[in-house]
């Protein structure tokens, strides 16, 4: 059984940083996809960066230049740092890692948890 579990969120100032983690745990083969998701309220949940296995970033548009993903292979592990914080970048955010626990298996997304973000002067 694998799990996500999240940290990092909470209440910041605009301009301020937070640093959002997720560890996977569990039996794993492989992780081929890592990525960060964030819901508002009332508004469909979309991707904000996302890292593959050979180290490739993608990020969404609004959060270029000021977010920056990372991982740790060893620890099954995504970072997103976040710098220069706005109002509108406050939003659950959840983690997401496509992966496979047995090389005969096929690939599957688990989710996080989700953790606030909250930026708020």
């Known amino acids: 059984q694998v799990q996500l579990v999240e940290s990092g969120g909470g209440l910041v100032q605009p301009g301020g940083s937070l640093r959002l983690s997720c560890a996977a745990s569990?039996?794993?083969?492989?992780?081929?996809?890592m990525g960060w998701y964030r819901q508002a309220p009332g508004k469909e949940r979309e991707l904000v960066a996302s890292i593959i296995r050979d180290g490739s970033t993608s990020y969404l548009d609004s959060v270029k230049g000021r977010f920056t993903i990372s991982k740790e292979n060893a620890a099954y592990t995504v970072h997103l740092q976040m710098n220069s914080l706005k109002p509108e970048d406050t939003a659950v955010y959840y983690c997401?890692?496509?992966?496979?626990?047995?090389?005969?298996?096929?690939?599957?997304?688990?989710w996080g948890q989700g953790t606030q973000v909250t930026v708020s002067s």
């Open positions: 569990g039996t794993i083969f492989s992780i081929n996809f």
């Open positions: 997401k890692m496509e992966l496979t626990t047995d090389w005969r298996r096929p690939r599957a997304d688990y």
